[in-house]
């Protein structure tokens, strides 16, 4: 209380002290930088790259932001120097010759020049991020986009196809190629810490190729506008080495995880009502296929619930069924709220068990 009381007095004297516009200016840089350095660090963070491509894109961040506090520099510079200069006469001649001077120099090649540094610097980065054909295929990800959240496919697992959704495992220190699509509007794919981002187009499938350096953990976020949950979009990703890859595809086969869904007698009852609610929307293996909703398979499993909006824990799961629409509102899973909470709750235990 006292320290509070103190830390007011102290902000009035200073308030007082300082002229007015100069206290706005040091609480606009104040503010701008905090934002600012918030994003040097974090999952999300461009400027603390994981991979060569994103090493790639983040020089040329680097530079561009290094030009263009030089090309701001240099226009502040002339506009302050047009306060100083003593006024001179010129003939209207020497007018246009200065005027010509300007357009020429600073309208037209610096211009130029910029850009096709630009470019000099973007077609290597871009081209890192293509499929080109290499001597050993690489691993493939197919990533389906939806509002809002991602169906995640790993084709290539042997025994068959796996699917999860919302979290997306890599073999690290190798390419990946991620086929993105959408089943609805346009999003886009982006792991910031390992490259660009791609759009994810209804009816077409877009590819990048992305590598992590090392094992580690890394965000990602839808980067196109879908809808009013479009921030709500997250997913979560781990580069793992190839073994454990491979033992977490192997440990996701559709008949193990049907066998763990279907053992516990405990919860036969959770497992009808799930036929009869959610099983339109909702595949477990098992029990149902279906794509409207995420695979929930193996949620169990997941660090969170509704694509980064809630982390997850013991009771999650119930949480969400109760208020998943305050959680994430408008989102595309109805409210099943008319359910009495025993039935939620049994569930959201029932799902919690599902783990490979
Ligand atoms: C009309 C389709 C539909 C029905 C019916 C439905 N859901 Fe959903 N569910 C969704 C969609 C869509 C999402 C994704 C919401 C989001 O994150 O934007 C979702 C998300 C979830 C999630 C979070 C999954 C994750 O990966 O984060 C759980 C758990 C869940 N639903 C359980 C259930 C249960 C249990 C029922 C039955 C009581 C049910 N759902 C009924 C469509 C549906
Ligand atoms: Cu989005």
């Known amino acids: 209380m006292r320290e509070r009381y103190l830390y007011h007095v102290a902000l009035l004297c200073i308030q007082r002290a300082v002229p007015q516009w100069v206290n706005r200016c040091m609480l606009t840089l104040l503010g701008t930088l905090t934002l600012g350095l918030t994003g040097c660090a974090g999952d999300l963070s ?44 010129r003939t209207p001649q020497e007018e246009r010759k200065i005027a010509r001077c300007w357009i020429i120099g600073g309208g037209i090649l610096l211009p130029v020049l910029s850009v096709t540094a630009l470019l ?84 077409r499938t877009n590819v990048i190729r992305l590598e992590a350096d090392a094992p580690g953990v890394f965000g990602g976020q839808c980067a196109e506008f879908c809808g009013t949950q479009h921030a709500n979009m997250e997913f979560y990703v781990e580069a793992v080495e190839r073994e454990e890859y491979d033992a977490w595809l192997a440990e996701r086969q559709e008949e ?22 959610c099983a339109s929307c909702h595949s477990v293996a098992g029990l149902s296929a ?22 997850m824990e013991e009771g999650a799961i119930h949480y969400w069924l109760e208020n998943h629409q305050t959680l994430k509102p408008s989102n595309k899973m109805p409210s099943h709220n008319y359910m009495d909470t025993a039935t939620l709750e049994s569930l959201g235990a029932w799902l919690e068990t599902l783990t490979p």
């Not at 049907?258 to 009808?272: K, M, V």
């Open 46 to 89: 461009i400027l603390d790259p994981a991979g060569q491509a994103a090493r790639d894109v983040v020089l040329i961040w680097w530079i561009m932001l290094t030009f263009a506090t030089v090309v701001l520099i240099g226009v502040v510079a002339l506009w302050l120097y047009t306060f100083k200069r003593k006024y001179q006469e």
């Open 290 to 311: 279906s794509t409207i909703g995420p695979d929930l398979s193996d949620i169990g499993a997941r660090y969170t619930l509704g694509a980064g909006t809630l982390p």
């Open 120 to 203: 000099i610097f973007g077609v290597p980065t871009g081209k890192r991020m293509l499929p080109l054909p290499l001597s050993q295929p690489p691993e493939v990800i197919e990533v389906i986009g939806h509002q809002w959240w991602w169906e995640v496919r790993y084709p290539g697992a042997e025994g068959g196809e796996v699917v999860t959704a919302n979290q997306l495992i890599m073999p690290a220190g190798e390419p990946v190629d991620f086929h993105v699509t959408s089943a609805d509007v346009i999003h886009s794919f982006w792991i910031p810490r390992l490259g660009g981002k791609i759009d994810m187009l209804p009816g």
């Open 256 to 277: 193990r995880l049907a066998e763990r869904a279907l053992a516990n007698d405990d919860f036969a009852q959770a497992r009808d009502e799930f036929a009869s609610t």
